[in-house]
């Protein structure tokens, strides 16, 4: 069985930082695209950074610059470095590895299979991020 658990999350003030995590079991990290997507109510689930198998990141253009997708094989945890932060950020932040196959773990791979090829993903629980202004 696969499993995540997301961490890290909370409410913090415009320009504030937080770092989430998370933890997983049933694969390991070396082997999997990963990726960090957030929801906000009313909105489609949307990509936010992805991280491969080989090291490789790829972040969306709303957050680059602010946000850093990192990975410790060894420990098999995930995290999203969050800078910056703006009320827009204000989301349901939710981590998944790809476990099927034939998806490239780019942003705009990655949006058409929420689409197309949402089997492909397992999710974690989420973690709530609300920046105030």
């Known amino acids: 069985q696969v499993q995540l658990v997301e961490s890290g999350g909370g409410s913090v003030q415009a320009g504030g930082s937080l770092r989430l995590s998370c933890t997983a079991s049933?694969?390991?990290?070396?082997?999997?695209?990963m990726g960090w997507f957030r929801q906000a109510p009313g909105k489609d689930r949307e990509v936010v950074a992805a991280?491969?198998?080989?090291?490789?990141?790829n972040t969306a253009d709303s957050v680059k610059g602010r946000f850093t997708i990192s990975k410790d094989n060894a420990k098999n945890t995930l995290f999203l470095q969050m800078n910056s932060l703006k009320p827009e950020d204000t989301a349901m932040y939710y981590c998944a590895a790809v476990v099927g196959e034939g998806l490239r773990c780019a942003i705009e791979t990655m949006t058409f299979a929420l689409q197309y090829r949402d089997d492909v993903y397992r999710w974690g629980q989420g973690t709530q991020v609300t920046v105030s202004s």
């Open positions: 991280i491969d198998s080989d090291g490789s990141t």
């Open positions: 049933g694969f390991t990290y070396s082997s999997n695209c």
